[in-house]
């Protein structure tokens, strides 16, 4: 019987090309996964450096703008004078920056906060550390006054002894002018040279918060100098002494209310002390006659509800203020 010859040799073929074109696609699939895993281990690493640099950046970033807020606190330092005139001075910093006010009425003083935040990388940095000074009293805009260049300028707030320098932050970008002003506060507002206040309205830009003494229907701030409080947009504002009629108008109200209330935490004390030295002379025969007026002074803070008593003990303040100008000895 014939046999059939090349009958298994096709067969044989295929088994050899299926066989090396198997190896071959492992081959490829190994080297692709290779590649595929060093990828990913890269993109793993580069996201781990990045996001490590984006932290350092932003622990450098907050400890920057904790320090800048404590510099800016030991930098207001020269303008608490403890002279009758206003003082101003410029602050231009290296960014378009955010300063927040904070203030807080807990413990004897309460206190004074500031924060910085930053424009980098085209989005506001989270503010930094807060700083606190218990003895400063900013008044500003709330929750920020925002710029690049600020002006600052500060007056001594007595009532009836020196409380304390009242600082009036404010930014290049907000401008004021003051309509019909008393002459003399015309005056201090032309010397203090601050370029973004005016001492009339006669040539303001659009965008300038006008204050009106002669309060009229197109004013931005009524200012009842006589009456003694300011109405801006629905809020009455009650002050006493020009240093606090510039508070009224340069600060939000929340800020005002609060660095009020701890103005006269600070008179409380004052007024205790001044009570112990009212001792102390009347042992050495020289009297004053004024320990009663300030137990009153006191008791009628302690009371207070709000900073609305700046109000209720005018007329005792000023009994105390003429009281210690004729006393045998004085005590402030």
């Known amino acids: 019987m014939l046999k059939k010859r090349g009958t298994r040799a096709p067969a044989r073929f295929f088994q050899i090309y299926l066989r090396n074109n198997i190896s071959r696609k492992r081959s490829q699939l190994n080297i692709s996964f290779g590649w595929l895993f060093a990828i990913i281990v890269g993109a793993i690493i580069l996201f781990l450096a990045i996001f490590g640099a984006t932290k350092v950046i932003k622990i450098g970033q907050s400890e920057e703008q904790a320090v800048g807020a404590k510099e800016l606190g030991i930098l207001l330092n020269p303008l608490e004078t403890g002279f009758e005139s ?10 378009e920056t955010r300063i927040l006010n904070k203030c807080s009425v807990s413990g004897n003083f309460g ?3 500031i924060q910085i935040s930053e424009f980098s990388f085209n989005k506001w940095t ?3 550390v807060e700083s606190g000074f ?20 500060s007056k001594p707030f007595e009532f009836p002894f020196k409380v304390s320098d009242l600082i009036y932050l404010t930014s290049e970008n907000e401008k004021y002018c003051f309509d019909n002003a008393p002459e003399d506060i015309a005056e201090e507002i032309s010397q203090l040279n601050q370029g973004n206040l005016a001492a009339d309205c006669l040539n303001a830009e659009a965008d300038t918060t006008k204050i009106c003494f002669n309060p009229a229907t197109n004013c931005d701030i009524r200012v009842y100098y006589d009456e003694g409080y300011i109405q801006k947009d629905k809020d009455k ?3 006493e002494e020009d240093s606090l009629m510039y ?3 340069f600060s939000s109200p929340e800020i005002y209310s609060c660095q009020v209330q701890r103005l006269m935490k600070r008179t409380k004390q004052l007024a205790e002390l001044y009570k112990e030295k009212e001792l102390l002379l009347s042992q050495r025969n020289c009297e004053t006659n004024l320990a009663g007026d300030l137990d009153s002074l006191i008791s009628q803070i302690e ?7 700046i109000s209720s003990v005018d007329s005792l303040v000023e009994g105390l203020e ?10 402030w």
């Open 247 to 249: 508070s009224a108008i």
């Open 303 to 309: 009371n207070a509800e709000d900073y609305k008593v």
């Open 322 to 331: 003429n009281k210690n100008k004729y006393a045998e000895c004085t005590l």
């Open 134 to 153: 218990e003895n400063k009293y900013i008044f500003s805009k709330a929750p920020y006054t925002e710029g690049k260049k600020f002006y600052i300028f």
């Open 237 to 239: 504002i009650y002050f």
């Open 86 to 95: 206003a003082i101003s001075t410029p602050l231009v910093l290296k960014t």
């Open 111 to 113: 206190k004074q906060g």
């Open 126 to 128: 989270i503010p930094g």
